[in-house]
Every structure is written in structure tokens, then in C-alpha cells.
């Protein structure tokens, strides 16, 4: 199945699917800026934790947040010209919400093991929240990898679209919100050495989250008994 050329409905669709990253992003950093911002009393690791994220959601994200803003702000300026868009210029904002979904993913896991930094019920909120983006970064990145770079099928194998069937973008995030769902079963398969690898990796990530959920509820259970 050779890989379709992008039309500016395609690119639309794409850019759609960046910006609602964007503000996911920018939900999930002020609602932790918001609960650091108000915690009282830190000391030793948990005051320099703090610190550190603090550094982070006061400096580095707000100008990102500036620059994907302007860029994502720009691009339909340029669609809307009826003219198409290189790839780069959806693989850079791409790139960088592929790095936020890691370093977010490495926030919440750790703060499970410094419970002083934020209470249990905003942490657990801030899981919540941390879902959507996920899945949609997750999604991005399986098409990315496989519908935009390639043959569809050729790194990634969707057990749950019908083998003759036409691989659609939305056929990956449907396919990444069920292996979530189903708390791991596959839905998705690499084909090649990529694939396998993506796709441990996500499966990997989907079990903490998994894991790190289940240990707040138990951390805030026990702080109301």
C-alpha cells in the first residue's frame, strides 16, 4: 500500500491535532505550577525537586510556549493559501511534544516517591489530565512513524483495522486509545525493529501510568482513613 500524499485537508487535520497538544500542555503545566506554587514547607530533595520544576514551568515552558504558539498560529495562514506545508514544519512542534510527553511521563513517576511536593488528589488530577495528551501525542507519533514516513503497515501493524482495509490517521489513535483501554493488550504491532521498539516503549509507559495511578489512590485513601 503506497503511502498517500498529504492534501491540505490532511495538513489541516494534522495541525488540528498539534494545536490540541499545545493546549493540553499548557493545562497540565499550570495546573502542576499551581500546586508547587502553593506548597508550604518544603525541605532538603523535595525543596530542590521544587525548585527544579519551577525552573522549568516558569522559564523554559512559557518560551516554548511562545515560539509553538507563533509557529502553530502561522501555519494555518499558510493553509488557508491553499498551499501545502513542508514536513518540517509539523515535525519540529511534533518533536518537541514528543519530548514534553517524556518529561512529563518522568514528572509524574517521580513525584510518586516525593509525596510532599503535591498532595495525592492533584497529582491523581494531574494524571487525569496528563491522559488526553498522551494519547494524542502517542497518536501522532504511531502515524508519524508509519502513515507519513513510509508504507502504512510497513513499521506498524494495526490488529484492529481490517486487513483490507485502507489505513486511515485516525486508525492510529483509535488503535492507541484501545491498548490503553485494555490495559496493555496489543492492538498495535511492530513490524520491524522501529515498530517493536516504539512500541515497547509505549507499552512500557502505559503500565506505569497504570502503576503510579493505582499508588496515589492508595496514598489518598490512606491519607482520609
Given amino acids: 500500500m503506497d503511502r498517500p500524499t498529504p492534501s491540505q485537508r490532511d495538513q489541516i487535520l494534522e495541525w488540528a491535532v498539534l494545536l ?3 493546549l493540553l500542555q499548557v493545562l497540565t503545566s499550570e495546573m502542576l505550577r499551581a500546586a508547587i506554587d502553593h506548597t508550604q514547607g518544603d525541605r532538603g530533595l523535595d525543596r530542590t525537586v521544587s525548585q527544579i520544576l519551577l525552573l522549568l514551568l516558569n522559564h523554559l515552558h512559557p518560551a516554548a510556549m511562545l515560539i509553538f504558539g507563533i509557529w502553530l498560529g502561522l501555519m494555518p495562514l499558510v493553509l488557508i493559501g ?3 506545508l513542508s ?16 518529561l512529563e511521563f ?8 516525593r509525596p510532599n511536593i503535591v498532595a495525592p488528589q492533584v497529582l491523581l488530577a494531574q494524571i487525569v489530565a496528563y491522559l488526553p495528551y498522551f494519547i494524542i501525542a502517542w497518536g ?3 502515524q508519524r512513524l508509519d502513515w507519513v514516513s513510509g508504507q502504512p503497515g ?3 501493524q494495526l490488529t484492529d483495522v481490517h486487513p483490507d482495509q485502507r489505513i486511515s490517521r485516525f486508525d492510529y489513535f483509535h488503535s492507541t486509545v484501545n491498548m490503553l483501554l485494555n490495559k496493555g493488550k496489543q492492538t498495535i504491532n511492530g513490524v520491524n525493529r522501529t515498530g517493536r521498539v516504539v512500541v515497547l516503549i509505549y507499552m512500557g509507559m502505559v503500565l506505569s501510568l497504570y502503576a503510579v495511578a493505582l499508588a496515589r489512590i492508595l496514598q489518598l485513601s490512606r491519607s482520609m482513613l
Wanted: hydrophobic share 60%.
Fill in 87 to 102: 514536513r518540517w514544519a509539523f515535525d519540529g512542534p511534533g518533536l518537541w511534544f514528543s519530548i514534553r510527553l517524556l
Fill in 20 to 22: 490540541s497538544l499545545y
Fill in 154 to 156: 510497513a513499521v506498524l
Fill in 82 to 84: 491553499r498551499r501545502r
Fill in 140 to 142: 501522532w507519533i504511531f
Fill in 106 to 113: 518522568f514528572t509524574i513517576n517521580a513525584l510518586i516517591f
